[in-house]
T-cell receptor
Framework: NAGVTQTPKFRVLKTGQSMTLLCAQD?????MYWYRQDPGMGLRLIHY???????AKGEVPDGYNVSRLKKQNFLLGLESAAPSQTSVYFC?????????????FGSGTRLTVV | GEDVEQSLFLSVREGDSSVINCTYT??????LYWYKQEPGAGLQLLTY?????DMKQDQRLTVLLNKKDKHLSLRIADTQTGDSAIYFC????????????FGTGTKLQVIP
């Protein structure tokens, strides 16, 4: 039962570098999400997807891009990393709207931008 | 507004009951959730309550919902050291997708 798998688990980037975070789920969930978690601010939604080939902006989308080419994968890209993007990033998935199962989360990616 | 507010910290002694509180502002919320985050891990769904319910009990967990006051609480009976974690309240609303807003989390410290 893999659930939601995120890679990598840790990464250190220099300002201006780019990287892609990968999220994979094996539950055939339609909806996938990227959140960032910062101290005292809870979880903030970056981008989400309601199905293969679709993406939409969340609360804090600036500086990030996403793609959902396959239903099971949701990629989060940082084109030019900034220190303000130092955070813990969580991917989540859900079966769809109106469900009472909540979200299934990955274990997170800790990103430091220096 | 879409704020979900929680106190940041709670400390209890092992064996006592813990009560974690949450307030939300959006009366259109459909489901309300409690998630648990252990150190270095993602959030794990603990329990949920539908907005037309007042209470839900699941083993040591009791969820109380006061819809009039927009107040949600999670009571953990006989709190154990393994319950030490951050607890997030969350609400979902109807819309184009299952929009969920999370609170800032309450760190529960259980003292042996």
């Amino acid at each position: 039962n893999a659930g939601v798998t995120q890679t990598p688990k840790f990464r250190v980037l220099k300002t201006g570098q780019s990287m892609t975070l990968l999220c994979a789920q094996d539950m055939n969930h339609e909806y996938m999400y990227w959140y960032r978690q910062d101290p005292g601010m809870g979880l903030r939604l970056i981008h989400y997807s309601v199905g293969e080939g679709t993406t939409a902006k969340g609360e804090v989308p600036d500086g990030y891009n996403v793609s959902r080419l396959k239903k099971q994968n949701f990629l989060l890209g940082l084109e030019s990393a900034a220190p303000s993007q130092t955070s813990v990033y969580f991917c989540a998935s859900s079966a769809g709207q109106g469900y009472d199962y909540g979200y299934t989360f990955g274990s997170g990616t800790r990103l430091t931008v220096v | 507004g879409e704020d979900v507010e929680q106190s940041l910290f709670l400390s209890v002694r092992e064996g006592d009951s813990s009560v974690i509180n949450c307030t939300y502002t959006d009366s259109s919320s459909t489901y309300l959730y409690w998630y648990k985050q252990e150190p270095g891990a993602g959030l794990q769904l603990l329990t949920y309550i539908f907005s037309n319910m007042d209470m839900k009990q699941d083993q040591r967990l009791t969820v109380l919902l006061n819809k009039k006051d927009k107040h949600l609480s999670l009571r953990i009976a006989d709190t154990q050291t393994g319950d030490s974690a951050i607890y997030f309240c969350a609400e979902s609303k109807p819309g184009g997708y299952q929009k969920v807003t999370f609170g800032t989390g309450t760190k529960l410290q259980v003292i042996p």
